[in-house]
């Protein structure tokens, strides 16, 4: 699964410690998903959809193998 | 099995962590001096089971802190070490019972008890720590995370685990018969 998260974070203007403080997770988790070496549960998945403000297939996407 | 249940595996805040490993350390001192300074001294030797179990009890507490942020990523990765430990675990046990029998040596009793418990603990803390710090998502046992060859891993260890299980069983039971 890939994403798009670094994007919609620069869009904010926010960086990855912000972004894990507001959604109440560590820096390392954020990164983890980032470079899609986590993937992140349904919660916290819609957490990040409300702060960006956007349905969660904005920036997850399936890939081929999933 | 939710990530929220996970919640009982903690015990302590993250900042008892590094006191009870210097507590685990003074005691593995103590016992080291015990075993080879002063290895006469019987006053000294029988305090070595309270002390082991001290030492046990202090590595338990490490083991067992939070994080500073605890999140589902940690928990994730604390109930796949866990799973992990514990076949690695009965693994090794076996393996070492079925050594020690098969060279005539007693069973695993003892102040072996606690090497070994110890051993183990140790194990899952590093497993643990490592994986988090690599992002070895094989360590991971939600199917979600893992996704390919990786739960081939599971697999070949539980199946080497069964192994050795039934090697170990054939092993008494001729022991036994003959």
Redesign the interface.
Same mark, same amino acid.
């Given at each position: 699964m890939k994403n798009t998260i670094k994007v919609e974070r620069a869009k904010k203007d926010i960086t990855q410690g912000d972004l894990?403080e507001i959604i109440?997770?560590?820096r390392?988790?954020i990164n983890?998903i980032e470079?899609g070496?986590?993937?992140?549960?349904t919660?916290?998945s819609l957490k990040m959809a409300r702060y960006f403000n956007c349905p969660v297939e904005a920036f997850f996407e399936l890939e081929d193998?999933? | 099995m939710k990530?929220s249940n996970l919640n009982i595996l903690e015990v302590g805040d993250y900042k008892f962590r590094r006191f009870s490993f210097g507590v685990a350390l003074v005691f593995f001192i103590y016992d080291m001096l015990v075993l080879y300074v002063f290895a006469d001294s019987e006053v000294w030797a029988s305090l070595r089971v309270f002390i082991n179990m001290l030492m046990s009890a202090s590595l338990l507490i490490a083991i067992t802190c939070k994080? %500073?942020?605890d999140?589902?990523?940690?928990l994730?990765y604390r109930y796949g070490a866990y799973k992990l430990t514990f076949i690695s675990g009965l693994t090794v046990l076996i393996i070492l019972t079925f050594l020690r029998i098969d060279k005539g040596m007693e069973p695993i009793r003892g102040m072996i008890v606690f090497y070994v418990f110890n051993a183990i603990m140790l194990f899952y803390f590093l497993v643990y720590k490592l994986s988090?710090r690599f992002?070895m %998502?094989w360590v991971l046992v939600e199917p979600?995370?893992s996704?390919?060859k990786d739960g081939r891993t599971r697999i070949i260890m539980i199946g080497f685990a069964l192994l050795l299980g039934i090697g170990l069983a054939a092993s008494l039971i001729m022991k036994i018969l003959t």
């Open positions: 894990a109440g997770v560590s390392q988790t983890a470079k070496k986590f993937v992140p549960s919660v916290l193998e999933d | 990530l994080e %500073k942020i999140d589902e990523r940690t994730a988090m992002d %998502k979600l995370y996704k390919g």
